[in-house]
């Protein structure tokens, strides 16, 4: 009997997805701002950031502290954490293999921008596998958590929303992907993930959780033929 797909396309977010950068990003920004402010201070501000672009930490916190920031302080953030994570990000473990062994076609939907996007993929090795586009933070009018990155991948690739399945690690990324009315697997094997974390998801509405990239692939294989709604056993 031919199992029937609910699935037609799988769209990963990047950072903490694919490449272990999140963690970089972080430390980038909390030392430029840690120049300014209290340290203890801005850890309290600082929580539950992750997966929002950094313009959008940085501004969080100067006007939590009301600084006026110069006009190159975020380039300058932005410059350096990208400039380590080209030399020190390493591919998520076991991700090449497991998106190799998926036989869905592949997008990546990224709150970075395309050239950092990019290169992460060049460096995990799965810049031939992706394709289905790589759509980043400028593409669009409003970035993670809106729901505009994921409906313009589905758009582009003339898949309806409801039968795609993401992969996210933040609550920012879970967000937009379940506005936008797709199905999410999150994500917790990233160095930035704190315990708590799956639980966050959770209560979004995240059903599947996956710590190791190994068992993405027959996760992936039981959500396809899984009719939405349906409770897996």
Known sequence: MRRISYIDL????????L?????ITGRVVREALSQLVPEHELEIILNGTFGLQSRDIIARVAAHFNLVLPEDFHPKVRERSESIIRTEGQAIAGVRDALYAIDLPLAVASNSRSDAVRHALQRCGLTERVNKGVFAAELVQHPKPAPDIYLLAAKTASVAPQRCLVVEDSATGATAALTAGMRVIGFLGASHIPPE????????????????MRELPALVERLRYLEPGSTSS
Do not use: A, P
């Open 197 to 212: 974390h799956g639980e966050i998801l959770r209560e979004l509405g995240v059903e599947h959780l996956l710590s190791d």
């Open 10 to 17: 799988l769209i990963c977010d990047c950072d903490g997805v």
């Open 19 to 23: 490449i272990d950068s999140e963690i």
